[in-house]
Nanobody, 118 residues
Framework: QVQVVESGGGLVQPGGSLRLSCAAS????????IGWHRQAPGKERELVAA???????AYTDSVKGRFTISTDNDKNTVYLQMNSLKPEDTAVYYC????????????WGQGTQVTVSS
């Protein structure tokens, strides 16, 4: 079983920044997609950022220009740098990985809470 653990969540003021980290138990060479999802109270989980080998990335419109996904293959770690945070960014953030080129992500972390409030 692939282990996925997120960290770095917390309370931040609007306009602030936060960096989330996700550690995986296996090499990133194994995976074709790595993503960050979030789920706010009363809302469905959404994919906010995705990464594929050779550096391709994609972002949902609501975070484009503010969030950046990146990886450190030597550490088997993926990051989500979040800048200019807004209250509507408040959610539980999940890291996920998969060896599939399409479809649902297979391996998930437990989630980390991000709260943006003054």
């Amino acid at each position: 079983q692939v282990q996925v653990v997120e960290s770095g969540g917390g309370l931040v003021q609007p306009g602030g920044s936060l960096r989330l980290s996700c550690a995986a138990s296996e090499s990133f060479f194994r995976f074709n997609r790595i993503g960050w999802h979030r789920q706010a109270p009363g809302k469905e989980r959404e994919l906010v950022a995705a990464w594929r080998p050779y550096g391709s990335t994609a972002y949902t419109d609501s975070v484009k220009g503010r969030f950046t996904i990146s990886t450190d293959n030597d550490k088997n770690t993926v990051y989500l740098q979040m800048n200019s945070l807004k209250p509507e960014d408040t959610a539980v953030y999940y890291c996920s990985l998969t060896d599939q080129l399409w479809g649902p992500y297979k391996y998930w972390g437990q989630g980390t809470q991000v709260t943006v409030s003054s």
